[in-house]
């Protein structure tokens, strides 16, 4: 067995990942057409040194690449700053509905491409995202502000039992006639008109 062989598989692992790196944070079904060939063809280049060498070789080649693999996710896991390193980190790209151009820039990333990414998710304005996040796995995370969120079951729960026990105010700052007090409590309001009851 050549020696030399496992640190070349190494090496091709060390700039392999550099190279896919600076290319972006996109997954695949993310990239372009001309993104996708690229990288295939920067995959073709880098194992092309070690293909020649027969299956044995190939076979030896894709277990050091693996071993490789799962020893750069063992020290992410170790070592916070080797995981920002390697795989980078989340970067903010809406702050209070408002685009963080600069952040677009070095992500390489249009404001159209942002957009389709957020009515993917069902978000129709830029304006109703408190933050949103591209990644490092090419994704968009994001909350809407406070009150843009889909009310949760919770809430629903909560307005219905206060319409209940009739603490539910009007906005005038009138207390309004709560239509279930009667049926609940099975006494008639006074505050009606009694030819309406």
Known sequence: MDLNLIWQTILIFIVGTIFLRIGGRKTISQMTIPQTVMMIALGTLLIQPVTTK?????????????????????????????????????????QNGSLMENNLKKLRLTVDKLEERLRQVGVTSIQDVQYATLESNGLLGYTLKPEKQPATKEDIQNLMMLIQNGQLLNTNNQTQHNIFAETLNENSDDDLPKHLQ
């Open 54 to 94: 027969g299956l044995g070789t190939t076979f030896v080649t894709a277990g050091v690449l693996v071993l490789s693999l799962i020893l750069t996710e063992y020290i992410q896991l170790k070592f916070d700053k080797a995981e920002t390193t390697i795989s980078g980190k989340a970067v903010p790209v809406i």
